[in-house]
Each structure stands twice: as C-alpha cells, then as structure tokens.
C-alpha cells in the first residue's frame, strides 16, 4: 500500500463562528448509547460543520477519514480506518498485518480484523467517516453492516453522507441502535438563518428579507452562503431577496456567476484553473498556473473571505474546494468563456498535465497518474503506471488503474498492445484470475498482426511483451498446480525478456523455482529462489524478494541446515516489516518448526502464534494447516494428546473446506502418529493406507510388530529419498529404519544406523526427531553411548529423555567437573547471568540489543557446554560450577 495522505485523517478545524445548533447536539449526544449515527442529507447541509462542532465539546478519542473516490478500494478503505485508528489500537495490529497482503484481502475479513482490534479500547471512542457517499462498493457496505453487527461496545460508528449507505438500516432503527439526522433537520430556521447572515457572513438584512431569503433556499446552508456572498457591496438587496428563486442548479449557477463576478480578475482565473485539483497547496497551484509564489496569497485570501476553501491539516498548506463550488467551477472551466469548445478542452487537459508534472516530481505518483488520465495522455500515463521497476498496482494502486484501463476503447487498447498485457498484471494482481486470459489473447493477436504488418523480425519492445506474457500465465498455473505449463511459460518469459526486466524476470524465476519445488527438485529451485534474490537487491520489500526467501528457507530447512534456514526466516521478517506482510506467516511457521526441533519448545510457540495470528486474517491461505500440524506436534510433545487431535481434525477440514489438498498427506501422517499415541492401530493403519504413505504405514507395522513389512516399505522409501536428494526425509527414514532393527533383534546394524543418522543431524542440531520417537530411542542411544558412539550428542539427547520422565539406564558422567566443560565466552557469560535473572530469549536480546537469533545462537551454545537443554537446568548447573 502507497503512503496515506495524512490530511484525510484530520478533523476539520470547527469555524470561529458558527450558527449554535444545541437542539442537534443534543439529539447526537443521546445518540452515543446507540452503534451509529447517520447525517444523511445533500451537499451544501452542514453536515461536516455540525459534526465537527459537536466532536469540539466531547471529551473521548476521535479517529477521522474523510474519504473520497478511490477509497473504494476496500484495501485502501480500512487503511485509511488503521490509521486513524491506531492511536487508539496501538497494540493491537491484527487489521495493520492484513492489509500488508500480496493479495487484497476480502473485505469483510478486513471487517474482523477491525473487529477483534477495536475489543482492546477500553475508553469510548468514535470513528467518523466523511462523505461515505463517494465510495462505491458493495463489498465495503456489507463489510460495515457487518461491523455494525460485531461492534465493541466502546466503539461509536459516525457516517456523514449525501446519501443513504447500501447496508439495510432498518433492524438498527428496530432496536434504537441508530441516530438520524436528515435534510430536513439541517435545514437553518428563519430564527438560524437570521444569526448565520448576520453573525457568520455579516449581512444585516430586514425581518422580512430573511423570512423570504429562508424560504426561497429552504433553510439550505450552501444557497445561504452563496447568496449573502452575492449581495455584500450591493445597493439592490431588496430586489435581489425578491428575484432570488429557482432550483437549487439554477441557483447555484447563478450565485457562482455572482461570486466570481466580485472577485478581482486574477482570482477568477485562480479559482478556474485549480479547480481540476482535488486538493490544493500552493506549490501546486503555481505550477499549474505558472505563476511562482503569488498561489499562497490568493489562498488565504480565500480563506479569510470563507470563499468555500476548506482547509486539510493544522498548518494551514493543503486546502481543498466545497464539493459543489468545485463542480461548479470545473462546469465553467469546460466552457471556458469565449473559447471555442475544442480550445477550452486544450486548456484543461493542459492544466492536468502540469498538475501530473507537478505531483510526480513531488515523488505522488499515483497523483501523478490521475492526472495523465484525465488530460488523456495515454504515453505518460502508461509510463507512470509501469513506475520506476515497480507499478502502481503493485503500490495499492490497483483499483484506480483497472478503473483507466475499463474507459479506454477497445480500438485504443489494440492499437498498444502493452496496455493490454498491463490490464492483465492489474487484473491477476486484484484477484480477477479467470479474466486474464483473455486480456493476453488479445495482446497477443495484437502482437501478431503487428509484426504480420511490419514483415520485419519483432523488436526488443514486442519481444519484452510477449515475455511478459509468458510470465503472467506462468504465474495463472501455480494457482493450478500446473508444473508443466508453469516450466515452459515461465523459460519462455526468460527467453524474451528485456534483460533490464527485473520485476518480470524476477517474476519468471520465481515461479520457475516454484514449479521446480512441486517437482521435488530442490536443487533446482533453490538455485531459481537464489536468482530472485539476486535480481530484486534493488527493490525493497518486494513480493518477489520476500517469497523467494521464504521458499529458500524452507529448502534449507528441508536439507537439514536450520541455523542456515533460521537466518534466513530471520532476514524475510526483516524486509516483511512491522507490521509484517501477511506473507511472513511462512517464516514465523518456518522459525516455530525449527525451534520445535531444538526442543526451545516455549519459543516455537510464540513463532507459531504469530504465524497463526496472520493466517486467521485471511481465510484463503494454505498455511493454516502446516501451522494445525506444527501446533499437533507441539502438543504431543507436552503430552496433550486430546489437543493434538483437535488441531489435526481443524487443519483437515480447512484443507478440504478451500481445496488445498495438497496439505493432507503432512495433516494425515501427523493424525497417524497420534492415532498410534493412542493405541488405535486400525484408524492408523487405515488412513495410512487410504493416503498411501508408506513411512506413516511403516509405522503402523511397526506397531503392529510386522517388522519385515515395516523394513521393506522403509527401504524402498529410503532408496527414493536418497535419489531425489530429501535429506530431511531420508533422515527420518534412517531414525525409524534404527527402531525397526533394534525391535527385530539386529541391534549392530541398528547402532550403527543409528550413528550415521546422528551424523546427519548434529550440524542441525536436531533434538525433537530423536526425542519424539520415545523410549525404545533413548535406549538405543543409551546403546550407542556404550559402545562409544558420539557420547556427547548422545547424552544431551538423552538428558532431554530424563527431563521429561523417561526412564532410562544412561546417567551423565558424575566425574564431570568445571575444568572438563569448555570454557564460556564473556557473550555467552553475559547471557546465562540474564537467563538466571528470569529473562525471556526476547527480552535478553532488547537488552543487549541484539537479534532474536543471535541469543539463541549463544543460548544453544551454553547448553552444550554444559551438558543440558532448558533453561532450570542450565541454572542449576551454572550455580554448581559457581559459573554465576
């Protein structure tokens, strides 16, 4: 998401003088017991004036967006809501984590997050939305309708708006849980018109004026403003009173004509020619009036004569126009009086390309973009979407640039063929996948009729395009799993790419390494993530970037290596950001297995929490069942064997719920471990044959005493293990292969099995893969110990079997002095003096102001020093050899 415009989340300063409307106050105040207020009424009502005038005399926290058109995007909508918000929800930042999404989230998951952040406000606080009217979203209104639903108690919800919203009312009106205020309550009384004319504009006017001035505006505050506007400096008050009728169009056009009649020339022109901005400072203005350092003057002149400048930020630089005086204006600037039509078009499209200039050397790119579209500059806006290697709808851009890309021609799009493969990317990129296609075809038939036209060898441009999209259909077959047409699109992208490409290349090798990973050819993915990583060094935080990491991570993860792979989480939760990305689920689950694995079983749940805190944000994310098996395992390593089984059967069915069946073979073999935990060796035996895993059915065998049946299926297990190069599940076949032996009586060969599998697994420093296996392991380490074979690995394994009750014949060496353990470093000193203060890993690392990973380095270090592996023991080992 692109940075937010701070100015939308400033409260309107309240006017120094303003008609007092105390009976509206209070019906607001009384409001406060209800879930939400509505001022629903046209523009030019006061609704903002009598919001603000109210919120200046409460007493409680108050978090303001004023929206506008594109907040329809309901990414961009609830980060306006966060950020007003966070203030108040500092602490909690479930709805800030899921909009750091790669994909938009749905709405109404960003509607829950909101919900469950907003249950932390323990003070009474309201959250008001400014002209709700501009966003056009269906999505949004049943998002709010269910916000209103769940709403915290302290939480007030205030809308004003030009319009009913498109969420139903009527069961909120049904249980007194909604304050109205309409057209007809805002409308000033001929007792308020006669303070806002005289108090507010300066006008004094006869009783009798005001009554027929009241009447002919129906108390309408604009018509009001306007008019008394129209007669200051006027002899003819009472003729003017008098022939003031019509609707409020005719009046409206009317009074401009008036107003802009009464300022001086320069003023005229000023107000015409920015009237194409949105928001106005004066830098801005004297760019596009071409007109240095005079904008500032004029705009507080503006101001001071209240000529409907409505100011956005304390200090008084950006300001914007009233809704409808901007309209208006712009309506005169079309017609551009005594211009011809064609040459009045010339001139706005004119002052939209410099306010484009402007913003985009002002580094407001999507600014920028709005107003390229709207001087129809089909080159620069195009230029500005593509952005300087990153696009805009990879920015939060998404919603707007579709919207261009839906205006332009289809005569327009064909004849830019690499228009349409942007409309592809913005449309893959928001989710729309089954559109894309068709999008590419397009460009493609486009593509063949230009070159079939020029019978000349295509160029570097077309060559770059076609590449482009060979990358984005490379990218529709992951979300199908198609490995082949992932390989062939994703080399033909690489083939036809601009080398100076770096996001498509790096897009390409992505999901080159992504197919690869399906394959099971891990060499040759990570050789791919590698690439990526290489190619977008210089694009901070990239999508790219951060899941070629992640994927390298899980590679080294997969290989054994979990010092390197746990680095390696360490940097992706580095550039995900804080808050992180949704997508740094993969590594706080990668860092919570591997510390699982170093039996730090506190802390693997802490990364396993935060990782389930990101994946509950977004429904549709297949690591939320990799996390129900991590937690499975977790949970039978406590003992809680009823726990495991519930976070297995919700993992199963929300693999099933959101077709990620690919998940269900790591679900199913943890269901049969806990199944064998149980004694249940027929539901074992049965899944593990439905979803033929041969190691989960060596297992049950295994149980079942069929020892040979167990040996044959490992063995030919380990053969493919072996060949494809599955280091992690060749030494889990090796672990289980040593317990089959030991049980079939062949306690050499099972020994020495046993030590080439402890061979692989100490550079990882593996714990929980032994341990897990229980007591016919730890004898057989007790085995390996006698007979000489790596003793110290040995005895850390087994001191861990004894720390949690085990019952085995290996005690550590009582001969075992201070001299004989190896001497601690003054860093690992300095850490077992703050382990013994009672110092979490996270707190120690505050301190000392050092990584996370880099205390459980030195952590890991101090344990084998000393021969144990929680924190009491070491304690209590440190104080015996007087270390502390």
């Not at 937010?4 to 007092?20: E, F, H, N």
């Not at 009312?169 to 007809?184: F, G, H, K, Y």
């Not at 799009?413 to 729309?432: E, H, I, K, M, N």
């Not at 190691?695 to 030919?716: F, N």
Request: net charge negative; proline share 4%.
């Amino acid at each position: 998401m692109s940075t937010l415009l701070q100015t939308k989340l400033y409260i309107p300063p309240t006017r120094s003088t303003i008609v007092p409307r105390s009976r509206l106050i209070e019906q607001l105040t009384r409001g406060l017991n209800g879930k939400l207020t509505l001022l629903s009424a046209p523009a030019g009502f006061g609704k903002t004036t009598l919001i603000t005038a109210w919120l200046s005399q409460l007493e409680r926290p108050i978090a303001w967006v004023s929206l506008d058109e594109d907040d329809s995007d309901p990414q961009q909508f609830f980060s306006y809501i966060a950020a007003a918000l966070h203030p108040f929800i500092a602490n909690r930042q479930t709805l800030a984590n899921l909009l750091q999404a790669s994909q938009p989230p749905p709405a109404k998951a960003l509607a829950t997050a909101l919900v469950n952040d907003c249950t932390a406000v323990s003070t009474p606080c309201l959250l008001v939305l400014d002209d709700y009217h501009v966003v056009e979203s269906s999505e949004i209104d049943l998002a709010l309708a269910f916000l209103l639903d769940h709403m915290p108690p302290h939480l007030h919800l205030v809308i004003t708006s030009r319009s009913d919203p498109g969420f139903p009312l009527s069961r909120l009106r049904a249980r007194n849980q909604l304050t109205e205020i309409r057209a007809d309550d805002l409308r000033f009384s001929t007792e308020e018109t006669a303070v806002f004319l005289q108090s507010v504009m300066g006008i004094t006017l006869s009783p009798e004026q005001i009554s027929a001035l009241e009447a002919r505006t129906e108390g309408w505050v604009a018509g009001l403003q306007m008019a008394a506007l129209s007669m200051q400096n006027r002899d003819d008050v009472d003729e003017f009173v008098t022939s003031f009728t019509g609707s409020h169009r005719f009046i409206m056009d009317y009074l401009v004509e008036e107003v802009l009649n009464q300022q001086p020339i320069e003023v005229q022109d000023f107000l015409l020619q920015t009237a194409v901005l949105t928001r106005l400072c004066a830098d801005l203005c004297d760019a596009i009036l071409q007109t240095p350092s005079t904008s500032q003057q004029i705009l507080e002149q503006l101001e001071t004569h209240n000529i409907f400048l409505i100011p956005l930020d304390d200090e008084r630089r950006w300001y914007r126009y009233h809704h409808l005086f901007a309209d208006l204006l712009r309506q005169r600037l079309a017609q551009s009086a005594g211009l011809p039509k064609g040459d009045a078009e010339k001139r706005v499209t004119e002052l939209h390309h410099r306010a484009s200039i402007w913003y985009e050397n002002n580094g407001l790119e999507i600014d920028a973009f709005h107003h390229a579209a709207a001087a129809h500059d089909i080159e620069r806006t195009e230029r500005l979407i593509e952005g300087d290697g990153i696009p805009l709808h990879f920015r939060g851009a998404g919603v707007p640039v579709l919207h261009w890309l839906e205006s332009l021609p289809t005569t327009l799009l064909d004849a830019r063929p690499s228009l349409w493969v942007t409309y592809a990317s913005v449309l893959l990129f928001v989710g729309q996948h089954t559109a894309v296609e068709q999008k590419l075809q397009s460009a493609e038939a486009c593509l063949a009729s230009s070159v079939a036209m020029q019978s000349t060898k295509p160029d570097a441009t077309t060559q770059d395009l076609v590449g482009r999209i060979a990358a984005l259909r490379a990218t529709l077959a992951i979300i199908q799993q198609d490995v082949a047409t992932i390989i062939t699109q994703s080399r033909q992208a690489l083939e036809h790419l601009h080398p100076d490409n770096l996001l498509f290349r790096s897009a390409a090798a992505y999901t080159l390494g992504v197919a690869y990973h399906l394959k099971g050819d891990r060499a040759a993915a990570s050789q791919s993530f590698t690439e990526v990583l290489s190619l977008t060094e210089s694009f901070e935080g990239s999508i790219y970037t951060i899941a070629a990491a992640i994927n390298l991570g899980q590679l080294q993860e997969a290989d054994n290596k979990l010092w390197l792979a746990s680095e390696t989480y360490e940097r992706v939760l580095q550039a995900a950001g804080d808050p992180p990305q949704l997508i740094a689920c993969e590594a706080f689950l990668g860092l919570a297995r591997i510390q699982y694995q170093w039996n730090e079983l506190d802390t693997a749940l802490e990364y396993g929490q935060q990782c389930a805190q990101l994946t509950q944000q977004q429904e549709s994310i297949d690591t939320f069942a990799s996390y129900g098996v991590f937690l499975a395992h977790l949970k039978l390593a406590q003992g809680d064997v009823s726990g495991a089984t519930a976070a297995l059967a919700e993992a199963e069915s929300f693999a099933r719920r959101h077709n990620f069946l690919f998940r269900l073979p790591d679900v199913v073999a943890a269901q049969v471990l806990t199944l064998l935990r149980q004694g249940n060796l027929t539901a074992a035996a049965y899944l593990a044959e439905k979803h033929e895993l041969p190691v989960s059915q060596a297992r049950v065998k295994l149980a079942q005493g069929d020892l040979r049946g167990a040996l044959a299926l490992l063995e030919s297990s380990r053969q493919q293990r072996e060949a494809n190069g599955w280091h992690d599940e060749r030494l889990k076949i090796m672990i289980l292969q040593a317990l089959v032996l030991r049980a079939q009586g062949e306690k050499d060969e099972a020994v020495q099995l046993l030590g080439d599998a402890l061979a692989l697994a100490k550079p990882g420093g593996f714990i929980r893969i032994f341990v897990d296996e229980g007591l016919p392991m730890a004898q057989l380490l007790s085995e390996a110990v006698a007979r000489g074979i790596r003793p110290d690995y040995c005895g850390k394994l087994l001191t861990v079997f004894e720390a949690e009750g085990q019952k085995i014949e290996y005690k550590p060496d009582p001969s075992l002095t201070q001299s004989s353990i190896d001497p601690l470093t003054n860093r690992e000193l300095e850490i077992l003096t703050l382990i013994a203060a009672g110092l979490k890993s996270k707190e120690i690392a505050e301190q000392l102001v050092v990584s996370l990973n880099t205390v459980l380095y030195h952590t890991k270090n101090i344990y084998s020093k000393l021969g144990v592996n929680k924190r009491t023991l070491a304690i209590a080992k440190a104080k015996e050899f007087n270390l502390i």
